[in-house]
């Protein structure tokens, strides 16, 4: 009934500019005949003598002009009741979501023992009686359960499941409004409601891009045992957004599969599956992220660099990032400068720091410089009289910032 309410309400709006074309074209048409039968009476046309006078051009013109006019007060009255009823829906809105605030505050404030959730049901049933408070009462819910972790979130579930909304989000997934499908799919996924993943797969080929992104992120959140190597074969086009949505949701998960994600074709794919990784810190993986240190895609090897970076303790490893350092971007390669203070080799790290001040632009002759003079002044001060104008003055802005 929920879903045939909201498709009547969708064609409804939809009919009244259809009666309304209709009446307009009636009204040229009766206006031009001296009079009209309806069910065997006659129906005179009071401004037919005027209207017989006047040429066909100008009638069309004087119906414009009245359509247009009628349109007008229309729409003038149209926005003075939607001005006062929204004014009122308002008041009532805000009124509405402070009840249902005080209702689900005042259940989590108590003591386990004294919690009653059949209690709970009864106090909130006034606020359940429309698809809009339910809405409401869902929101409300969800906003303390993505900023909790523990018993508070794992109560907003339960209090979730005890209030049944199953008919409203079935409905809204049935929807012919963009919006409600979006609500059920955010619901799906911050509540974890995986008997909804029927319509969370069948929305992540929507043609639609909004529909298509929240049932991707919903599935991720609400199959919190999936592995995601579903992903390694999803074809369709993930945003940034989702990819770090996806990340959020999945970042303590022990079960990925990360072969399938960096064996991915798609380059974001095998991004956020080095993504993970590295937030991990999967010593394992190693091996593959200096493999996909290689890889054609920037954002790809970018990822790569930072988890190999994230795991860097031996000597292979700086030996590594020493020997990729001009494939790197500048941002990296700053990155790779400030980690070899950790070298145990410090051999190896001064004389790479000496080809960066030889042959480095100024900026990151000063950021080499500087990592130098922490690790002996003297190996710093050996540039004051170097022939290079340009290392003599990464020197003398290093000393101005010291001094």
């Known amino acids: 009934m929920r879903t045939i309410s909201l498709y009547l309400k969708f064609l409804f709006s939809r009919l009244i500019f259809i009666i309304a074309l209709c009446l307009a074209v009636f009204l040229f048409f009766f206006l031009k005949q001296k009079e009209f039968i309806l069910f065997n009476y006659s129906i005179g046309n009071p401004l037919y003598s005027i209207i017989e006078q006047s040429p066909s051009w100008l009638y069309v013109v004087q119906m414009l002009i009245v359509i247009f006019l009628l349109l007008i007060v229309a729409e003038m009255i149209s926005i003075i009741l939607v001005t006062t009823r929204r004014s009122s829906a308002e008041k009532k809105n805000q009124l509405l979501h402070e009840r249902i605030r005080e209702v689900i505050f005042n259940y989590l404030i108590q003591d386990n023992k004294t919690r009653d959730i059949n209690d ?231 004389n790479f720091f000496e080809w960066i001040i030889e042959n480095k632009p100024l900026e990151m002759k000063i950021r080499a410089m500087s990592k130098l003079l922490t690790m002996d002044m003297n190996l710093v001060l050996k540039y004051k009289n170097h022939p290079d104008e340009n290392i003599r003055k990464a020197l003398r802005q290093l000393m101005d910032f010291y001094l």
């Open 120 to 350: 709970f049901r009864i106090k909130a049933q006034p606020y359940l009686k429309s698809n809009h408070a339910q809405r409401v009462f869902i929101n409300e819910l969800r906003k303390i359960l993505i900023l909790t972790k523990g018993e508070v979130h794992e109560t907003c579930i339960s209090l979730y499941d005890a209030l049944h909304f199953d008919p409203l989000i079935k409905s809204h997934f049935h929807s012919p409004y963009l919006r409600n499908k979006l609500f059920a799919l955010k619901t799906a996924g911050d509540f974890q409601l995986t008997a909804y993943n029927r319509y969370l797969v069948r929305y992540m080929h929507s043609k639609n891009e909004m529909l298509r992104s929240e049932a991707l992120q919903a599935y991720v959140k609400a199959n919190s045992d999936n592995d995601l190597s579903f992903l390694s074969d999803y074809q369709e086009k993930i945003s940034l957004w989702d990819f770090n949505i996806i990340i959020n949701a999945a970042k303590d998960r022990t079960n990925i599969n990360f072969s399938a994600l960096l064996k991915s074709h798609n380059p974001l794919i095998k991004s956020l599956g080095l993504r993970l990784a590295n937030l991990q810190k999967r010593e394992e993986l190693k091996p593959d992220f200096v493999e996909l240190m290689g890889d054609a895609d920037a954002m790809v090897k970018e990822e790569a660099y930072l988890a190999f970076m994230a795991l860097a303790k031996e000597k292979n490893d700086y030996l590594t990032l020493m020997y990729q350092f001009s494939c790197m971007t500048k941002n990296l390669q700053n990155k790779v400068i400030n980690l070899l203070i950790n070298n145990e080799d410090k051999t190896s790290s001064y």
